[in-house]
């Protein structure tokens, strides 16, 4: 059952017998979400549940996650069996490298309307300062909005470590809120979902990436944010 390149095979079929113009008009009228981070983005199930609060309220159907990645490697099983699988999660990177290296071209595959980040993690295992990490956020907003003016961004508070240096998560997260606030616009806002307040080291798998409770909490945060980004824009 799990044969991705079977399926990726099927979807091309289906792809060539609605003919190529068709399926582009179709996805250029849904709003491109990119959920875009490590692996705290790639192995887990946040982002399916995510997809069930649009399931829920009914808006699905008119939004696409977008990225250069197309896998469910936890074997999430949502609510929605046909969740958007796609994504630009990339476990063990760092935000300075896909800032320096990765995020202009990535948006340039897979254009989005809406951005929704948590990076900083290895940074802070590979002991990048913190200065650091917020200038390649700064960097990563700046190539979104080149792609995009009107990009609408969320921007994660990063969740604990029980395993190396939580203080400096601490310290990064402790900077990201006036960040936001300097960088934040009308035309390209940028919100924070505090998926750091309320997430207890039980919430970890193996002190690093979330089990089920976690994804729940990093869902529950990161959701409704989402849902009123999207209907914000569906509302224009
Ligand atoms: C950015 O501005 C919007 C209103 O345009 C506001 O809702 C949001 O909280 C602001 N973000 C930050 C980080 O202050």
Same mark, same amino acid.
């Given at each position: 059952m799990h044969m991705p390149s079977i399926l990726s095979a099927l979807s091309l079929a289906s792809l060539a017998l609605a003919g190529p113009v068709q399926v582009a008009e179709r996805q250029a009228q849904k709003l491109k979400i990119m959920p875009l981070g490590d692996s705290i983005t790639e192995i887990t199930c946040w982002r399916a549940l995510v997809w069930d609060q649009l399931q829920a309220a009914g808006l699905a159907d008119k939004v696409q996650y977008v990225g250069s990645q197309n896998s469910n490697p936890q074997n999430c099983k949502p609510? %929605?069996?046909?969740?958007?699988?796609h994504h630009e999660g990339h476990s063990g990177w760092l935000a300075v490298d896909i800032a320096n290296n990765y995020l202009t071209n990535w948006l340039k595959s897979t254009p989005a309307d809406i951005v929704m980040f948590m990076l900083g993690t290895n940074d802070v295992f590979r002991g990048k300062s913190t200065n650091d990490i917020i200038a390649a956020y700064t960097k990563m907003v700046n190539i979104m909005r080149a792609a995009n003016p009107k990009t609408k961004i969320i921007v994660d508070l990063v969740i604990p470590l029980s395993l190396g240096s939580n203080s400096n998560i601490q310290a990064l997260n402790a900077r990201i809120p006036e960040w936001a606030k300097g960088l934040n616009s009308t035309e390209s806002p940028i919100v924070i979902a505090?998926?750091? %307040?309320?997430?207890?080291?039980?919430?970890l798998r193996d002190g690093v990436h979330p089990n089920l409770d976690g994804d729940k909490l990093i869902a529950s945060r990161v959701g409704p944010l989402l849902l009123d980004y999207v209907k914000q824009s569906l509302a224009k």
């Open positions: 609510t %929605t069996a046909n969740w958007d699988q505090d998926c750091y %307040t309320g997430y207890s080291t039980s919430m």
